[in-house]
């Protein structure tokens, strides 16, 4: 990739760093054999797998023998929602928040065969506990689903409360972390948890699943094993966990960094003609925001910013082909169209923010006018009180 | 892995190449973006997905789009099983050979709730290919499973010959060739295909799924998405198309010393006192041999040698956990305990397979006196005409 690119769409997959990729390649070399054979190169593969098991139930703050890693983050939510229902055959409701994942949504209704309550939030994307608490009150509800951090609206779920809600229904929390693990204080409330190493720099190829002991489960696959999917790639299980052990040693200094950007840019976005800027803007993850720009297509400005080097992502970020409106947007009351997504990663700086929002007035206006839609500098005549 | 180490254990997990792993590098330093999404970044790993399902797409013979990949070659043995079989809905019976991967059995179990017919096959491994058309006959078939080389035996199914058979009952033959590609010619005579990029020195993370445009399959899966599950890695992807395209360069000269070499492990421990060699002497795979050693535990002979530096499989190569019984040597009317297995991966030479027998024998009858069975030179008075 060209130097002077600005890769701004970091949400779910971020750039890897020399440290992450040398682990991969590290992995590859010395941890290819399968690690469920017993000879010294399985022995080894198998080491590697503990240790980094280790590493990642450090940051959950979880007994190792609680993770589990599937091939994917996606895989990793169908299983666990999939794994957990099952357990607890007879009930067959699936409780989950109107903003999770395809994934998340897909699986409740697969294996409760449409039986899914969906819970609304409000406009900043917080969770309605009373709703959640009525839908709970169900008496056939096996398990309840909820984001910590929505990948769009970057608002960071109320977990304690809501998990004391689940708990004192008897109902387990299955929580999709997939947007926060990594990037700030890992959350605690929760009964089943679903991470995502591609999200904080890791390799793709890998999903992480940890199942609180107390949590029961059943396989709702055809493989009689846990929630491997097929078996571990090794390589990228060690380099998520480098990953991981990189964002954490820099963890509070990246969070301060990557908020006081995000802050920047949210603060100058709402004074931009026509733009909202969603999700709350206090309890969020430090590094997402997500801007709507009235009267323009989402996709057009991603195209004409990605002409001038800078890359950020539209559409929903939880529908699995990414331009579709966002459901996630409708379902906080906004405009889903003219979306722009931003998913900043520890090495963006506030010279590139600087760059960002100098050229964004322009893309936004450029759009605009290539729709047909008057602009204020453009059509004078439509009249501004002051340029 | 010192150098002194000696890897006879390849079929499934082969070590990767220098080239192999420079692609996987530069597939985390280039192609970690999300290639669903429109950017240049995306737009470059998308490409890199499309060169490399090309590659992978000639080597197998059929057109680009008739190839997908999923995160690992079991999920893409068992989507395929489920694939067709919904799209069959109606009729609900399998059929497979009762040598088929725990993956192909599990999934056949799972989607037909039970309703699997097994095929029996030969002492060598050959499908019986009468029993197979009688148990075609019945109306309500969805598939038939055969894998083309068994990992253990390596024995290679006639595949003209079965898929004739399917065929003149209309129904879609699955082939598992996770253990014949990158290692000899590509079957032609298929439906749908699975293989496995780790058993040819590509990366573990990924498979290949390959369904011919004539067959009808609907996702049998939570997503709305095809075989991909979660979304493909792009660098193991490329990497997988990276070492085919290796295998592919040298395959000629590859397929005839790995030959040549299991042609002497044949010879050689077939004259050893309670050693069989299984298996299809002439149609098999180039790179594979079992060992049955007639009163010693198949681990513990593993154990020994791995003490050695030498590195075999043992166990069933087609169980999960690996340590159980072999199903497939019980099929052949084999004894399942004390075989070993061997994968010859192109850099093994002749001087390392002469060590191997060298030392086979010492370690089999280590084996057995420690079990306090009685080896003919501990214990003459058991008597041998000669030694």
Redesign the interface.
């Known amino acids: 990739?060209a130097l002077t690119?600005t890769?701004l769409?970091a949400g779910?997959?971020?750039?890897?760093t020399p440290r992450?990729?040398e682990a991969?390649?590290a992995g590859?070399?010395?941890g290819?054999?399968?690690s469920?054979?017993?000879?010294?190169?399985?022995r080894?593969a198998q080491a590697l797998v503990e240790g980094s098991r280790e590493a990642i139930a450090e940051v959950l703050g979880c007994p190792a023998h609680e993770v589990a890693f599937s091939?994917?983050?996606?895989?990793a939510l169908?299983r666990v929602v999939?794994a957990v229902h099952t357990a607890r055959r007879g009930r067959e409701r699936v409780v989950a928040s109107a903003i999770e994942r395809?994934?998340t949504l897909?699986?409740a209704?697969?294996?409760s065969s449409g039986r899914v309550e969906t819970v609304q939030v409000d406009a900043e994307g917080h969770l309605d506990l009373e709703a959640f608490a009525q839908a709970l009150d169900y008496p056939d509800v096996t398990l309840a689903a909820v984001q910590h951090v929505n990948h769009e609206l970057g608002t960071a779920q109320r977990l304690d409360a809501i998990h004391e809600v689940a708990a004192s229904h008897q109902v387990p929390l299955v929580v999709d972390a997939t947007a926060s693990i990594g990037h700030m204080e890992s959350p605690v409330a929760w009964d089943a948890l679903v991470a995502s190493p591609?999200d904080w720099g890791g390799?793709?190829?890998?999903?992480v699943v940890a199942v609180r002991s107390r949590t029961r489960w059943l396989p709702a696959?055809?493989?009689?094993?846990g929630f491997e999917?097929?078996?571990a790639?090794?390589?990228?299980i060690l380099a998520a966990a480098v990953a991981l052990q990189e964002r954490m040693e820099n963890r509070e200094k990246d969070e301060a960094h990557l908020r006081s950007l995000v802050d920047r840019i949210r603060g100058e976005a709402a004074r931009m003609e026509g733009v909202r800027v969603v999700g709350d803007p206090v309890e969020r993850a430090p590094h997402l925001v997500t801007l709507v720009c009235e009267g323009a297509d989402g996709?057009a400005i991603?195209?004409r910013l990605?002409k001038d080097g800078i890359?950020?992502?539209?559409g929903s970020a939880c529908e699995?082909?990414?331009?579709e409106p966002s459901r996630v947007l409708g379902a906080i009351g906004s405009p889903s169209t003219g979306n722009i997504r931003l998913g900043l990663h520890p090495g963006i700086d506030e010279p590139t923010i600087g760059r960002f929002l100098a050229l964004l007035p322009r893309a936004i206006a450029d759009v605009r006018s290539d729709a047909g839609m008057p602009t204020s500098d453009q059509q004078p005549v439509w009249g501004r009180v002051e340029s």
């Open positions: 990739m690119r890769f769409d779910g997959s971020a750039p890897m992450a990729l991969v390649r590859f070399a010395d290819w054999a399968d469920r054979r017993l000879h010294a190169e399985s080894r091939p994917s983050p996606l895989i169908e999939g395809d994934a897909h699986a209704h697969y294996y591609a390799p793709s190829g890998v999903g696959w055809p493989e009689r094993s999917a097929g078996g790639a090794v390589p990228l996709e991603l195209s990605d890359a950020v992502g539209s699995h082909d990414g331009f």
